[in-house]
């Protein structure tokens, strides 16, 4: 069963960092491309950091340019999604997908996890 499973949410106070994990079982992540997105309640789903399989190139929707860095660990099969000096407005709910294509368009990507919430408040 191909499945991508997200940990690492919680609630922290602004200013502080979470790290998310999107760990992979039933298939290898190397191949694929994984993006970031998020959905905050009453929003639609956006696309936040991107990886590509090939080359390791990212790519960060302007919001979270140079606060947040997304990284693969192929040999633990897993993404992560550093997140700092976290803002309200980043609350939201996180979810990964793996595809082919690496783009901050959901539509291009064929595996999705459960999504973990991150909440930012005092």
């Known amino acids: 069963q191909l499945q991508l499973v997200e940990s690492g949410g919680g609630l922290v106070q602004p200013g502080g960092s979470l790290r998310l994990s999107c760990a992979a079982s039933?298939?290898?992540?190397?191949?694929?491309?994984i993006g970031w997105f998020r959905q905050a309640p009453g929003k639609e789903r956006e696309g936040v950091s991107c990886?590509?399989?090939?080359?390791?190139?990212?790519y960060y929707t302007d919001s979270v340019r140079g606060r947040f860095t997304i990284s693969r660990d192929n040999a633990k099969n897993t993404v992560y999604l550093q997140m700092n000096s976290l803002k309200p407005e980043d609350t939201a709910v996180y979810y990964c997908?793996?595809?082919?294509?690496?783009?901050?368009?959901?539509?291009?990507?064929?595996?999705w996890g459960q999504g973990t919430q991150v909440t930012v408040s005092s």
């Open positions: 990886i590509s399989s090939s080359d390791g190139s990212t």
């Open positions: 997908a793996a595809g082919t294509i690496a783009t901050t368009g959901p539509d291009e990507y064929d595996y």
């Open positions: 039933g298939f290898t992540l190397d191949y694929y491309a």
